[in-house]
Each structure stands twice: as structure tokens, then as C-alpha cells.
């Protein structure tokens, strides 16, 4: 059974402060690997995903990737109340049939 | 990105009916994807709609509860079929296209069964 798990939280850290949010998956195979935020009552929205070893930055994000470790995180510089939402992380499977495989979320409140 | 719609955005329906819920997408996309989402949950896969073939259905999830068409690259339809009140529940449809294959969510389709 191929997982991905994350702490379900809630994780809360002060307004300005880094956010980091943190992601293991058991398939070694795995070759892609995506962030996602959710508002309550909205849909999944993609925003950051990362394909090789080390950081990716991208604005106030940064994505790292640990393939021998089996372990993403996602950092969140200078967090903002606006910030605060779940933080789905998703895996892509190309061991058997191909598929997203998502953790349980984990939720953010950003205190100000 | 693709920018991807669903329709209805919600629906109440009674107990044994049937709603089919439909997903365009603005560009061709490789794969869609279709998942059920309890509220404070994570997301469920039902299934991969395949193009021009049978859906690929996950565990728990059949294709006589569950038809899915795919007729090409940009539309897919999920029936939920002769529903029950354990049907209530939001359900997303996606796509994974684009330069690097990411995938994208439809805004969901909120249901009720009464």
C-alpha cells in the first residue's frame, strides 16, 4: 500500500514566522511531487511541485525534496494570516497504474 | 495552468436518484482524475477516466455506482448512480496536463442526498 503521510496539525506560527510543513511517502519509485493549498470550502490549488533533489524556491516558497530519505517539506517564509488553509501533499505513482497518491493535510493557522 | 469547470456546483437530490456531474477542461489534458472529498477529510480517488476506454476505478469504487465517460481530451462526466445519504459529499474533478504535468482541480461539485 503506497502512503503518504503528514502531520494533520494544526501547526501555528506567528505572523512573519517560517512555516515549515513536512511530508513522507513510501513508494521509492515516485518521481514527482506537488503541494497543494486548500481554503475551507474551496478546492485543492496548486502551488509549488518538485521533480529532483534539493530546494526549489518560488516567491515566499520552498519546496525540498529528500528522495534517499523519502521526504518533502515546504517551507513558508514571513507567513501571512492569509496563509492559513490545509496543505495537501501529493505524490505521482507510475508504479502500476498511474496516479496521484495525497496525504491526510495538514492544517495551518498563521497568528497575528 | 488549465482552468478546468464543473457542473452543477451543488445539487440536493433524493434518495435513488441519479446526477451526472460534468468536467471541461480549457485545454487537452493527458489525464483527469476523479475524487470524492468528506468535509475535513483528504481526498478520495474514484477513478481515472481514460480516454476512449473504461475508467480505471479504485478500491472500493465500481463502475455500476460509478460510470464514468471520457469521450476526449478536455470532457469527462461521473454519474453517481441510485444514491444514498453516504453519497453526500464534494466531488473534484482534475487534469494533469501542462509543461511539467502538474495537476489541476476543478471547483467541485457540492452534494447532498436527502
Request: glycine letters at 8%.
Amino acid at each position: 500500500q503506497k502512503e503518504v503521510e503528514q502531520n494533520s496539525g494544526p501547526l501555528s506560527v506567528p505572523e512573519g514566522a517560517i512555516a515549515s510543513l513536512n511530508c513522507t511517502y513510501s513508494d521509492r519509485g515516485s518521481q514527482s511531487f506537488f503541494w497543494y493549498r486548500q481554503y475551507s470550502g474551496k478546492s485543492p490549488e496548486l502551488i509549488m511541485f518538485i521533480y529532483s533533489n534539493g530546494d526549489k524556491e518560488d516567491g515566499r516558497f520552498t519546496a525540498q525534496l529528500n528522495k534517499a530519505s523519502q521526504y518533502v517539506s515546504l517551507l513558508i517564509r514571513d507567513s501571512q494570516p492569509s496563509d492559513s488553509a490545509t496543505y495537501l501533499c501529493a505524490v505521482f505513482t507510475t508504479s502500476g497504474t498511474y496516479k496521484y497518491i495525497f496525504g491526510t493535510g495538514t492544517r495551518l493557522k498563521v497568528l497575528a | 495552468s488549465a482552468v478546468i469547470s464543473q457542473k452543477p456546483s451543488r445539487d440536493i437530490c433524493q434518495r435513488g436518484t441519479s446526477l451526472t456531474i460534468q468536467c471541461q477542461v480549457d485545454s487537452q489534458v493527458t489525464m483527469m482524475f476523479w475524487y470524492r472529498q468528506q468535509p475535513g477529510q483528504s481526498l478520495t480517488l474514484i477513478a481515472t477516466a481514460n480516454q476512449g476506454s473504461e475508467a480505471t476505478y479504485e478500491s472500493g469504487f465500481v463502475i455500476d455506482k460509478f460510470p464514468i465517460s471520457r469521450p476526449n481530451l478536455t470532457f469527462s462526466t461521473l454519474t453517481v448512480s441510485n444514491m444514498s445519504p453516504e453519497d453526500s459529499s464534494i466531488y473534484l474533478c482534475s487534469g494533469r496536463g501542462g509543461q511539467n504535468y502538474e495537476q489541476y482541480f476543478g471547483p467541485g461539485t457540492r452534494l447532498t442526498v436527502t
